[in-house]
Structure formats: structure tokens, C-alpha cells
């Protein structure tokens, strides 16, 4: 009954140190995303991915990159951490497109980048 | 760019008490979710309206789609603490895109 999982939980860097998040999902999803949350802000898309081997940009992906080398995993570097990038990231997945399939969200990764 | 705006962004209220929270736009979406989000954790996505005019409800919750698919509201009836949390709304656009408001935060008093 895990549903999505990310890890860390938490996380402490550097500026320019660079990390990876990762997302897994034990639902069999197509699609899976990135977002980050920072206060008095929606959601923001980072990158999303429509199936094993395919990423495609969002509304604020510079500065982070992905890969969906496996279907259950999506993953999000950051190569070179900034002040800004300092977020709570969550992953969601879905098995359909948002129009028509909910998404399901992991307990997020709260980045701090001093 | 498209704006989803949430109000009121904080409402503290007692137990028992009703409240209407509000999501508004000046762009047409196709459907319309609400999330709710707890402390430490993802959103879990409480209803999605596909219709204008569509009125859902889970139980004391109240959820209506405006006729012209551009708002929507939340209704809370006989308000309990394990109904804090933060509570987000996000619309599908014309370009299959989820825009996201801001969330309003809302806290029960015992």
C-alpha cells in the first residue's frame, strides 16, 4: 500500500552542490511528474513524463533535469544548487493524463540550499 | 498567464461553524479538482467537476462548478478539527494544462 514514495525526506545543501530526488510508484502508472510548492504559491511543474523513456519539460524546469529509465521511477537532479531552488518537491503519478485521471502525490522532499 | 486565486488565503474558524471557500478565474477550464493537503504530507485529491453548474457533495463537504466553468466553491458544513489542512484547487485549461491556486489554509478550533 505504498502508492508514492519519495526520498530523501529531507535534505540540507550547499550552493552549487548537486543532489538527485527520487520517486517511485507501485501503481503500474504511464505518467509521472515533478512539482515544487513554496508558500503563497500553487504548484509549480517542473518536468513530467508520459511513459518509460519519455521526460518532457514543465512550466519552471530550468535548473533541474530528469530521466524515467524505469517506469516505476522517476528521478530529478539538480546539477548545481541555487538559493532559489530551496522548495518542497513532490512527486505525483497517474495512470492517465490529467484531464481525466487523478494524481496521486508522495510526502514530498523538503530542500533547503544555503 | 493564467491565475487560479484562492480566497481567503487563511480562515480560522470554531468547530460547528460553516464556511465557503473560493476559487476564481478569468479563464474557462474544462474540469476543476480540489485537493487537500496536511501538514508533512502530498494532496489527496477530494472531488473533480466537469460540468458548469455541477454541484457534488462529500459528505458535510460541498463542492459547485460555476455555470460558466471559470470558479468554483467549497462549502464545509458543521466545521471539525480533522477538517484542517490546506485545500488547493487546480483547473484543466484549454491547453490540457493543470493550473494550481495558491490554497487556502484553513484551521478548526476545538
Known amino acids: 500500500n505504498a502508492g508514492v514514495t519519495q526520498t530523501p525526506k529531507f535534505r540540507v545543501l550547499k550552493t552549487g552542490q548537486s543532489m538527485t530526488l527520487l520517486c517511485a510508484q507501485d501503481m503500474n502508472h504511464e505518467y509521472m511528474y515533478w512539482y515544487r510548492q513554496d508558500p503563497g504559491m500553487g504548484l509549480r511543474l517542473i518536468h513530467y513524463s508520459v511513459g518509460e523513456g519519455t521526460t518532457a519539460k514543465g512550466e519552471v524546469p530550468d535548473g533541474y533535469n530528469v530521466s524515467r529509465l524505469k517506469k516505476q521511477n522517476f528521478l530529478l537532479g539538480l546539477e548545481s544548487a541555487a538559493p532559489s531552488q530551496t522548495s518542497v518537491y513532490f512527486c505525483?503519478?497517474?495512470?492517465?493524463?490529467?484531464?481525466?485521471?487523478?494524481?496521486?502525490f508522495g510526502d514530498g522532499t523538503r530542500l533547503s540550499i544555503l | 498567464t493564467q491565475l487560479l486565486e484562492q480566497s481567503p488565503q487563511f480562515l480560522s474558524i470554531q468547530e460547528g461553524e460553516n464556511l465557503t471557500v473560493y476559487c476564481n478565474s478569468s479563464s474557462v477550464f474544462s474540469s476543476l479538482q480540489w485537493y487537500r493537503q496536511e501538514p508533512g504530507e502530498g494532496p489527496v485529491l477530494l472531488v473533480t467537476v466537469v460540468t458548469g453548474g455541477e454541484v457534488k457533495k462529500l459528505k458535510r463537504l460541498t463542492f459547485q462548478f460555476g455555470d460558466a466553468r471559470k470558479d468554483s466553491s467549497l462549502h464545509i458544513t458543521a466545521a471539525q478539527p480533522g477538517d484542517t489542512g490546506l485545500y488547493l484547487c487546480a483547473g484543466v485549461d484549454s491547453n490540457y494544462q493543470l493550473i494550481w491556486g495558491a490554497g487556502t489554509k484553513l484551521i478548526i478550533k476545538p
Open positions: 505525483a503519478s497517474s495512470s492517465g493524463d490529467i484531464t481525466n485521471q487523478p494524481q496521486h
